[in-house]
């Protein structure tokens, strides 16, 4: 009987079985901590240091998120990352009429100063890394964090952590943008820019393939379209003046940890080897340290399941487990009860314990790229990287990402491969587990997490008294300042932490800037 043809979520054929004839031809895989870094981007990798463990989390008030933040830090969580809720990410204070009904829904609300001292509250900002996932207002945010740092005394150079910064990815398949994309693009020059002179170890973005992941690609997608952002970034800093080797060494990535355990694996391995030749190739940098892809990896919330929720802590274990072996910086396993509601502090926990048990107790620490010289492994890291360029190419003669924004070809490639994907579930080609397969009459569902319904109204309150309190006069000519600067090419950080630093809200600032750039539509 012949063997029935087996094709991946990637459209990639396998073969039953994998030898040395499969990888004769294979690229240079290096040794770990060296060009092209295949292997790692450190020599030792967590031999000497596990990947930072950090939960995404963020709900409710500034308050509520840092009695989190401190829950995680005594569990053994080494370095944050905040969640901010949908109104904070769109620009929006949370008096604002459209911030009605989602203020603290599904993440923290920060509007002001203020609301960012109450988060990091009793948190050394000079002794914590802080990844924090925001976009199109990452400008604001990150004057706020830093200007939150300086009354806490710190020095801003030791600041260490990440802003997504990513506004990209938004118009293809997120959705929360503000600006158009070429005053966007201004706005993540001028972080790239402001951090390369005063916080050095800051990575200024993180360029994110999670969030096309969870849209629906497939893996190769997933890396193609996010190297097609990253080489638009770094060609928009290159033309504003910057150097490559000084902005290149602080970009870092964010992917997706799906459940095809190899096909994954294999995904880490081979971005390393694409980034490397781009960064050297395309960009003629003369540092490694440019060249190395550091990135955070987090489990896949979209494979998580409502149905049998529990069997979502054996799904984030193997998908953690190949984010660890595919050589990850750093990690967000998501909780078991997420496709249910916000996560409990008890599937919190769980899922930190998760990347504990794999850290301490599996042995893949024992050594650098433990899988790799197997044949499967590096014949399928080999056909990614293959498939990625040619994707590559065909995006460069279209225009660039920015091109394939405004057309809509990515939100088309997306939508198609998502299509797919679904049809393949409803057909059962695709199992899983207690949806399609061992279904079952579930009687028992974990305790939801529920958000104080008054959240808005005290939020309302408190930013009225905080407006009352400060200097009206300063903040308007602040304000004014932002709304003349935005007509220039001059670099807006300074500006903006000066004005946040006197009381100037999260969603003035935004709204100075839509006077001025517009709002962009996707439609």
């Not at 118009?171 to 002179?197: H, K, Q």
Request: aromatic letters at 10%; proline letters at 3%.
């Amino acid at each position: 009987m012949a063997d029935e043809k087996k094709i991946n979520p990637s459209g990639i054929e396998l073969k039953i079985f994998y030898d040395e004839n499969d990888i004769e031809k294979q690229n240079n895989i290096g040794e770990p901590g060296k060009f092209p870094f295949v292997r790692g981007v450190y020599p030792t990798m967590y031999r000497t240091r596990h990947w930072t463990m950090r939960q995404y989390a963020g709900f409710g008030s500034a308050k509520e998120t840092n009695e989190r933040f401190k829950y995680l830090l005594k569990n053994g969580q080494t370095g944050l990352s905040v969640a901010f809720d949908l109104p904070t990410q769109l620009g929006l204070d949370s008096d604002d009429t459209l911030a009605y009904g989602e203020v603290g829904k599904v993440g923290v609300a920060i509007s002001t100063i203020k609301d960012m001292e109450e988060l990091f509250n009793g948190i050394p900002l000079d002794k914590v890394s802080t990844s924090m996932t925001i976009n199109a207002p990452t400008i604001v945010i990150l004057a706020m964090y830093v200007a939150v740092a300086k009354r806490q005394g710190a020095d801003i150079s030791k600041l260490s952590g990440t802003v997504q910064n990513d506004i990209l990815k938004e118009y293809i398949a997120r959705g929360n943008y503000v600006f158009p994309p070429e005053p966007s693009m201004r706005l993540t020059a001028d972080i790239f820019e402001y951090c390369s002179n005063n916080l050095p170890k800051w990575n200024t973005i993180s360029i994110s393939g999670y969030h096309i992941r969870e849209a629906g690609s497939t893996a190769v997608q997933e890396l193609a379209f996010t190297f097609a952002d990253a080489i638009a970034y770094t060609e928009y800093a290159v033309k504003k003046g910057l150097d490559i080797d000084k902005f290149a060494p602080r970009l870092s990535f964010f992917f997706n940890a799906h459940n095809n355990f190899f096909e994954e694996i294999a995904k880490f391995r081979a971005a390393r080897r694409i980034w490397a030749k781009i960064v050297k190739e395309q960009f003629n940098a003369k540092s490694e340290k440019s060249m190395k892809l550091r990135f955070h990896t987090q489990t896949a919330g979209s494979m998580l399941t409502a149905q049998q929720p529990r069997n979502n802590i054996v799904r984030v274990a193997l998908q953690a487990l190949s984010a660890a072996l595919g050589g990850t910086q750093s990690l967000h396993t998501n909780s078991y009860d997420e496709a249910l509601s916000l996560p409990s502090e008890e599937s919190v926990n769980i899922a930190l314990r998760t990347q504990q048990i794999i850290a301490y107790e599996s042995g893949i620490s024992d050594v650098t790229d433990p899988l790799g010289g197997s044949y499967y492994i590096e014949n399928l890291t080999n056909e990614i990287e293959k498939r990625v360029f040619e994707y590559l190419e065909k995006i460069k003669d279209m225009g660039g990402a920015v091109a394939c924004v405004e057309n809509g070809y990515f939100k088309t490639e997306i939508e198609n491969a998502a299509y797919q994907y679904q049809k393949d579930v409803e057909n059962n080609e695709n199992i899983i587990i207690g949806l399609n397969k061992f279904k079952t009459d579930e009687t028992s569902k974990p305790k939801r997490m529920k958000i104080d319904e008054n959240i808005g109204k005290n939020r309302l309150e408190k930013l009225k008294k905080f407006k009352d309190e400060r200097d009206s006069k300063k903040v308007n000519k602040l304000l004014k300042k932002i709304e003349t600067l935005s007509e220039t090419d001059e670099n807006l950080f300074e500006t903006v932490l000066d004005a946040v630093e006197n009381g100037v809200t999260l969603g003035e600032i935004t709204n100075v800037l839509k006077s001025k750039w517009g709002e962009f539509d996707n439609d």
